[in-house]
């Protein structure tokens, strides 16, 4: 079963900065997102997992160890506890940035709730950034990481866009079970399905019950270009991930994908001759 595009209107191919302006600053801490913001970006990528109290963090790992100077995983840890710990001197630099970092955004862990209140500012002062939000799986909390999510979203008063506007939040994962609750919950929320590989079932250009929009590795984009017009004849976007290198991007504007996920979003905007 297919499901038509959420926007009729074609848009120039998105720049989304994936956790963040990730190539400059430590991924998916506040500077990381400033910075992406400041470099032009039409929207923010972000992980988000539950911590042990039930607060959702911007982490990619199940665990700390690769991005802190802690150990342990997220799901078993409060946020207490992470907010303890060093997430941004991991990142070595062979030289200081050429922007200045808030003190303290550069090293503190990230909720959902502080990205989410930056992204409201922004767009308040006139920048209509958007969020990707990526679920991560498996979880030893099943459905309460979709749940909770919602329930902020909520909060915010993004979780139910009009079913014919644009929506300033869209909800991502490898997980179909995922996007299936959250497309349950929130019917009118965008839900993006991402890909490592084609599965045999999918190759038509179909996407399992609750994906709206097709979000393929950039190595299946490499492998399989033709996927992509495949996908747009069963009414499905095209979201990529992660295009880092001058020709990826290049192939993925000659495709016409609609949006590019890379850690360098100041560089790909320059590429495809936006700033």
Same mark, same amino acid.
């Given at each position: 079963m297919t499901h038509?595009?959420?926007? $009729?209107t074609?848009?120039?191919t998105?720049?989304?900065?994936?956790r963040?302006?990730?190539?400059?600053?430590?991924?998916? $801490?506040?500077?990381?997102?400033?910075k992406?913001i400041?470099d032009?970006?039409d929207?923010?990528?972000?992980?988000?997992r539950l911590?042990?109290?039930? +607060?959702?963090?911007?982490v990619?790992?199940?665990?700390v160890?690769? #991005?802190?100077?802690?150990?342990?995983?997220?799901?078993?840890?409060e946020?207490a506890?992470?907010?303890t710990?060093d997430f941004g001197s991991?990142?070595d630099r062979?030289?200081?940035?050429?922007?200045d970092p808030?003190?303290?955004e550069l #090293?503190?862990v990230?909720?959902?709730?502080r990205l989410?209140?930056?992204v409201r500012?922004t767009?308040?002062?006139?920048?209509?950034?958007?969020?990707?939000i990526e679920t991560k799986?498996? $979880?030893r909390?099943?459905g +309460?990481?979709e749940?909770?999510?919602?329930?902020l979203?909520r909060r915010f008063?993004?979780?139910?866009?009009p079913p014919d *506007?644009?929506s300033?939040?869209r909800?991502m994962?490898f997980s179909?079970?995922?996007?299936?609750?959250?497309r349950?919950?929130a019917p009118n929320?965008?839900t993006?399905?991402?890909?490592?590989f =084609?599965?045999?079932? %999918?190759r038509? *250009?179909r996407l @399992?019950?609750g994906?709206r929009i097709? *979000?393929p590795?950039?190595?299946?984009?490499r *492998?399989h270009?033709?996927y992509?017009?495949?996908?747009r004849?069963?009414?499905h976007?095209?979201?990529?991930? $992660?295009?880092?290198? @001058?020709?990826d991007?290049? %192939?993925?504007?000659?495709?016409?994908?609609?949006? =590019?996920?890379t850690?360098?979003p100041?560089?790909?905007?320059?590429?495809?001759?936006?700033l």
């Open positions: 038509a595009r959420q926007h $009729t074609r848009r120039p998105q720049v989304v900065a994936h963040g302006a990730s190539d400059d600053a430590p991924e998916h $801490t506040l500077a990381a997102y400033r992406a400041e032009g970006a929207a923010l990528e972000c992980d988000v911590t042990a109290d039930g +607060q959702l963090v911007c990619h790992d199940r665990r160890n690769r #991005t802190s100077n802690g150990r342990g995983a997220v799901s078993a840890l946020l506890d992470l907010a710990l991991w990142k062979e030289e200081s940035p050429d922007w808030v003190p303290g #090293t503190s990230l909720t959902l709730e989410l209140d930056l500012e767009r308040a002062a006139g920048r209509p950034v958007e969020l990707a799986h498996p $979880t909390w099943a +309460q990481v749940e909770r999510l919602l329930h979203l008063d993004l979780a139910d866009p *506007g644009p300033p939040v909800v994962s179909a079970r995922s996007l299936h609750r959250v349950i919950a929320l965008p993006v399905y991402l890909m490592q =084609i599965s045999p079932r %999918l038509d *250009g @399992p019950a994906a097709a *979000g590795s950039m190595r299946i984009v *492998g270009p033709g992509v017009e495949r996908l004849r069963a009414g976007q095209t979201h990529v991930w $992660t295009v880092n290198e @001058p020709a991007v290049d %192939l993925c504007a000659r495709l016409g994908v609609d949006a =590019i996920i850690n360098r100041k560089q790909v905007l320059s590429q495809l001759g936006r």
